[in-house]
C-alpha cells in the first residue's frame, strides 16, 4: 500500500514539474503545428479514378469441341497478361498513349516517369470471381481517368491479342513443319523409287526370294543330273545290246529297177521326224538343241534308208530277183534299239544344256545371295526413314486442321469476354492527401513535443514541490512549512500563465478545427471519410 501511494506522489510530481515547465508546450505547439499545417495545406489534391472489369473465361463450344480442337487455358493466360501489364514496353505504350512522353526530354526522366506510373497504377484482382480493378491517383482528374481507361483497354488488347497470337504462331510453326515434311518425304521417297529401279532384280520380297532360289536350283540340278545318270546307264545298256544284233538276215534284197520306189519301214519314221522338226521349228531357231539332235536323227534314217536300198539293190543284181523278198531281210530288232539309242542321246543332251544353265545359275544366285542382307538392310532402312516421314507428316497434317477448327471457334466466338462493370470516370473530388490525419498527426506531434521537452527540463532543472520531495531529494529533515509573503502576487502569476497556455492551446485547436472544416466544406476532404461522415 505504502508503494502505491509513493508512486502516486512521484506521478504527482512530474505532473506538477511539465506544469511548472508548460511554456515549452505552447513554443513547442506554435512551432511546429502551423509550419506543418501549411506545409499540409500546400500539397497538390490528388484525384483517383478506377474501374471494375469482369472476365468471363466460360464458353459453350470448349465442351463440343473437345478431342477435335486445342484449346489454351484462357484463366491463365488472362493472369499472365495481368501479371505483365506492368511491364516497362506497356508502360511506355500506356504513357504515349496518354501524351505523357512529351513532358520529359531525358531517359533519367523517362526511366522516372515509367517508375511513378508502376507505383500509381493499381491493378487488384479477385481469383474467385474474375474482377480486375484498376486505379490511378494524379493531380490531373482528367489525367487520371485517361491513364486508367488506357490501362483498361490494354489490358483487354492484350489478353484477345495473345490468343490470337498464341493460335497464329501456332499455326505458322505448324506450317513451317508441314513444309519442311513435305520436302524430306519427297526425298524419302524418290530415294526408296530410286533404290528399287537399281536394285529391282535384286530387291527382297516374296517373288525374289535368293535363298529359296537357289535351293530350288540346287534340287533341280540334282535332279538333273539323277537323270542323266539313269539315261546313261540306259544309254549305254541299249548300245551293248545294239552291238549284238545284225541289222539284216541275209535273205534276199529287192528288185534294183523297183528301188527307188520301193517302201521301206524308214518311211514312216522319216515323216514323224520332218513333222517333229517343223513343229519345233514353229517354236525354236534352227541352232535350238532339240532341232539340232531331231535333224541328226533324220540324216541318220536318211542314210540307213539308202544303204539298205543299195545293199537290196546289188543282190537283185547278182540273183534276177527283185520282188520275192522285199524287206524281209532288214533285222526290227536292230532298228529298234538304233532308235532307242538316238532318243536316249537326244535327252542325255537336253539334260546336258539343262544342267550348264542351273549351275551358271546357281553361280550367279551365290554371288548375289551375299548382297542380300546388305540389301535388305538398306531397303528396311529406306522404308523406316519413309514410314516415320510420313506418319510425322500425316500426324502434322492432323495438328494443323485441329489448329484450323480452333481458329474458327475462336472467330466464332471468342474464349474470354471482357465486362466493364464500372468504367473509369472523371473524377469531381480529390481523394487525397487525407489532410484531416495530417492535422491531426501534426497536433499531437506538436503537443507530445512539448509535453516530452516540458518532462526534460523537470528533470534537468528540477523544482522542489512538497516537503516530501526535499526529503526524499536531499535527506533533509523538515519540521514545519511557512507562507510566502507575496503569495497574492505569485498566484495571480500562476493565474496569468495559465490563461496564456489555455489561450494558447485553445487558439491551436480553434486553427485546427477551422482546418477540418475549411477541408470539409471545399470539398477537400478524402470521398471515403466523407461518404462515412455523411
Not at 150 to 168: W, Y
Request: proline share 4%; net charge negative.
Amino acid at each position: 500500500m505504502l508503494g502505491i501511494q509513493e508512486a502516486i506522489e512521484q506521478a504527482l510530481t512530474y505532473v506538477k514539474g511539465v506544469w511548472i515547465k508548460k511554456r515549452y508546450i505552447i513554443i513547442s505547439t506554435w512551432l511546429i503545428c502551423p509550419i506543418g499545417w501549411a506545409y499540409v495545406a500546400s500539397l497538390p489534391d490528388q484525384y483517383a479514378s478506377s474501374a471494375r472489369l469482369f472476365v468471363d473465361t466460360s464458353s459453350l463450344l470448349r465442351p463440343l469441341l473437345r478431342g477435335l480442337a486445342v484449346y489454351n487455358n484462357p484463366s491463365e493466360q488472362v493472369n499472365l497478361v495481368a501479371r505483365t501489364l506492368l511491364s516497362r514496353p506497356n508502360l511506355e505504350k500506356i504513357a504515349r498513349e496518354a501524351d505523357l512522353d512529351i513532358t520529359v526530354t531525358t531517359q533519367a526522366e523517362m526511366d522516372e516517369l515509367i517508375n511513378e506510373m508502376r507505383k500509381g497504377i493499381k491493378l487488384n484482382s479477385t481469383a474467385e470471381q474474375n474482377i480486375y480493378n484498376i486505379s490511378y491517383n494524379s493531380q490531373s482528374p482528367e489525367l487520371a481517368q485517361k491513364i486508367v481507361q488506357i490501362t483498361l483497354n490494354e489490358f483487354v488488347e492484350s489478353s484477345l491479342g495473345s490468343n490470337r497470337q498464341s493460335s497464329d504462331s501456332a499455326e505458322e510453326f505448324i506450317n513451317r513443319q508441314i513444309e519442311e515434311y513435305e520436302q524430306r518425304l519427297e526425298e524419302a521417297e524418290q530415294r526408296l523409287a530410286e533404290f528399287k529401279v537399281s536394285r529391282i532384280d535384286r530387291a527382297p520380297g516374296s517373288s525374289r526370294d535368293y535363298y529359296s532360289q537357289l535351293q530350288r536350283q540346287v534340287s533341280d540340278l540334282q535332279a538333273t543330273e539323277l537323270r542323266l545318270l539313269e539315261l546313261t546307264s540306259q544309254l549305254n545298256a541299249a548300245k551293248a545290246q545294239l552291238v549284238g544284233e545284225a541289222p539284216v538276215f541275209g535273205l534276199a534284197a529287192p528288185d534294183s529297177r523297183v528301188a527307188p520306189s520301193v517302201n521301206t519301214r524308214y518311211d514312216n519314221r522319216i515323216a514323224a521326224l520332218e513333222s517333229r522338226i517343223d513343229e519345233l521349228l514353229i517354236q525354236y531357231t534352227e541352232l535350238h538343241p532339240e532341232v539340232v539332235k531331231t535333224k541328226g536323227m533324220l540324216d541318220n534314217l536318211y542314210d540307213e534308208r539308202e544303204q539298205h536300198i543299195k545293199s537290196l539293190t546289188d543282190v537283185a543284181e547278182e540273183t534276177g530277183s527283185y520282188s520275192q523278198f522285199g524287206n524281209l531281210n532288214q533285222n526290227p530288232v536292230y532298228q529298234e534299239l538304233k532308235l532307242t539309242v538316238a532318243q536316249y542321246e537326244s535327252q542325255i543332251a537336253q539334260l546336258t544344256v539343262r544342267a550348264t544353265q542351273t549351275r551358271a545359275k546357281i553361280n550367279e544366285l551365290e554371288r548375289i545371295v551375299d548382297l542380300v542382307p546388305q540389301i535388305e538392310a538398306e531397303a528396311q532402312g529406306l522404308n523406316r526413314d519413309y514410314e516415320i516421314t510420313r506418319d510425322k507428316y500425316l500426324e502434322l497434317i492432323g495438328r494443323r486442321e485441329q489448329a484450323e477448327l480452333s481458329r474458327k471457334a475462336e472467330a466464332t466466338s471468342d474464349d474470354v469476354q471482357f465486362r466493364v462493370i464500372d468504367p473509369p470516370t472523371l473524377p469531381t473530388k480529390p481523394s487525397g492527401p487525407n489532410r484531416i490525419l495530417y492535422y491531426s498527426m501534426i497536433l499531437f506531434v506538436g503537443f507530445g513535443a512539448g509535453l516530452g521537452i516540458a518532462f526534460l527540463v523537470s528533470q534537468v532543472n528540477p523544482v522542489v514541490l512538497s516537503p516530501s520531495q526535499l526529503v526524499g531529494n536531499f535527506g533533509i529533515p523538515v519540521f514545519g512549512k511557512v507562507s510566502h509573503i507575496n503569495a497574492q502576487e505569485i498566484a495571480k502569476v500562476d493565474r496569468r500563465r495559465m490563461l496564456v497556455f489555455a489561450a494558447s492551446s485553445l487558439a491551436i485547436v480553434f486553427i485546427f478545427i477551422g482546418l477540418v472544416y475549411a477541408d470539409i466544406a471545399y470539398g477537400r476532404l478524402p470521398i471515403y471519410l466523407l461518404e462515412n461522415l455523411i
